[in-house]
């Protein structure tokens, strides 16, 4: 079975600098997908950024990148200039990519803090 | 609608009663996802629909928990005999059903049960 681990279970970050999301995660599949969720206290989760297993490029959208490490079954998070509005907690998660039913397998989460 | 919607957003019961949590899915979505989310928790699956498809109910937690998808779109998630370690957020998702396209989640009804 897939898992997905989030091992900082609460992290801080000043405004304006850069903090690393960890997360690893276990499966025997050579395709899939990985994600990075934010929920605010809204709780309505919104996707950030999304990772084929495929394709060797890290995904990046505007200050979020990630470092995918295939071969480590490593997936972190980079957020660059920190803004007030980043703060929430970031979900990892795991789709396989022939799976029976695709759903998405969620790591405990990570708490970000932003310091002003 | 634009999204998915969950009603109630938030809703108190005693222990022991009956609840119903109801998702509408976005229009033309063959694929339906219900999560629960407790305190300190990540979300953790319970039932999947997909199409005309047999449901996944592999991450229902005990008979309690039942869930039924009407025609295809509108889901209710039925929880009997409530307990206070059904207190959580309950998550609903849609999507297209194909390997890596969207989610799309819900916010979310908050269950206490006192």
């Known amino acids: 079975a897939q898992t997905v681990t989030q091992s900082q279970p609460e992290m801080s970050v000043q405004e304006a600098e850069t903090v690393t999301l960890s997360c690893t995660y276990d499966?025997?599949?050579?395709?899939?997908?990985l994600f990075w969720y934010k929920q605010p206290p809204s709780r309505q989760m919104i996707l950030v950024i999304r990772q084929e297993a495929y394709k060797q490029q890290n995904a990046t959208e505007n200050r979020f990148s990630v470092n995918f490490q295939k071969a480590a079954k490593s997936f972190s998070l980079k957020i660059s200039d920190s803004q007030l509005g980043d703060a929430a907690m970031y979900f990892c998660a795991y789709s396989g990519y022939r799976g029976a039913t695709n759903k998405l397998i969620f790591g405990t989460g990570t708490l970000l803090a932003v310091q002003p | 609608g634009a999204g998915v919607s969950q009603s109630p957003s938030n809703k108190v019961t005693e222990k022991g009663k009956d609840v119903e949590l109801r998702c509408d899915p976005i229009?033309?979505?063959?694929?339906l996802y219900w999560y629960r989310q407790s305190l300190g928790q990540g979300l953790e699956f319970l039932i999947y629909?997909?199409?005309?498809?047999?449901?996944?109910k592999s991450g229902l937690p005990s008979d309690r928990f039942s869930a039924e998808r009407t025609g295809g779109s509108v889901s209710t998630l039925t929880i009997q005999r409530t307990q206070q370690e059904d207190s959580a957020v309950y998550l609903c998702a849609s999507s297209s059903g194909l390997a890596g396209l969207l989610w799309y989640f819900g916010p979310g009804t908050r269950l206490t049960v006192t």
């Open positions: 229009s033309g979505h063959t694929a």
């Open positions: 629909f997909q199409g005309n498809s047999a449901p996944d």
């Open positions: 499966t025997s599949e050579s395709d899939y997908y």
